[in-house]
T-cell receptor
Framework: GAVVSQHPSWVICKSGTSVKIECRSL??????MFWYRQFPKQSLMLMAT?????????EQGVEKDKFLINHASLTLSTLTVTSAHPEDSSFYIC??????????FGDGTRLSIL | QQQVKQSPQSLIVQKGGISIINCAYE??????FPWYQQFPGKGPALLIA?????SEKKEGRFTISFNKSAKQFSLHIMDSQPGDSATYFC?????????????FGKGTLLTVNP
């Protein structure tokens, strides 16, 4: 069964709105989750590392004020795309790190900004 | 700087044939090399992984060959099936780094013709 649940799977919204994406670890408590972005026919690009109870660590070039990450519990991390614009349209994927195991990926959220 | 180089970008194989995808890395601190399979609209799923202490690992029809001195590793899919048609990503991480942070290759789109 699925280890990681992502919601929603697909969202369409108008330019300027904010969108929240949830990533839940179903079977494990995860102190660390990763957020990736994937453009069509491209590889996964790490955006940030989400740490439970502390601030996220962002990769170079990723605007922390644009992509707000909250990891308030051991089973839930959220990514909020603030004031989204068409160039933010992408496939957003989270992964969960469990000690001693490889990363488990969610099924992604397709974000389309009109 | 691309730390993991993957080739070919796309690959077409006949059913029953062998699919071979190659990756090369630069960072000698990498010590974990997984391969992921991704179907359209889904997140990546771990296929098989290897650590540098072995030169080959086989799981069913999937084999990883690893050449530490050349800093290269490859995925072999034996008896390729149409259901194997997907995008394959190699990746690498350093266990001494930030909680299994993965560096991905650019991906290979595999098409297996019936």
């Amino acid at each position: 069964g699925a280890v990681v649940s992502q919601h929603p799977s697909w969202v369409i919204c108008k330019s300027g709105t904010s969108v929240k994406i949830e990533c839940r670890s179903l079977d494990f408590q995860a102190t660390t989750m990763f957020w990736y972005r994937q453009f069509p026919k491209q590889s996964l690009m790490l955006m940030a590392t989400s740490n439970e109870g502390s601030k996220a660590t962002y990769e170079q070039g990723v605007e922390k004020d644009k992509f707000l990450i909250n990891h308030a519990s051991l089973t839930l991390s959220t990514l909020t795309v603030t004031s989204a614009h068409p160039e933010d349209s992408s496939f957003y994927i989270c992964s969960v790190v469990v000690s001693g195991q490889p990363q488990h990926f969610g099924d992604g959220t397709r974000l389309s900004i009109l | 700087q691309q730390q993991v180089k993957q080739s070919p970008q796309s690959l077409i194989v006949q059913k029953g044939g062998i699919s071979i995808i190659n990756c090369a890395y630069e960072n000698t601190a990498f010590d974990y090399f997984p391969w992921y399979q991704q179907f359209p609209g889904k997140g990546p799923a771990l296929l098989i992984a290897i650590r540098p202490d072995v030169s080959e690992k086989k799981e069913g029809r999937f084999t990883i060959s690893f050449n530490k001195s050349a800093k290269q590793f490859s995925l072999h899919i034996m008896d390729s099936q149409p259901g194997d048609s997907a995008t394959y990503f190699c990746a690498a991480s350093s266990s001494g780094g930030s909680n299994y942070k993965l560096t991905f290759g650019k991906g290979t789109l595999l098409t297996v013709n019936p």
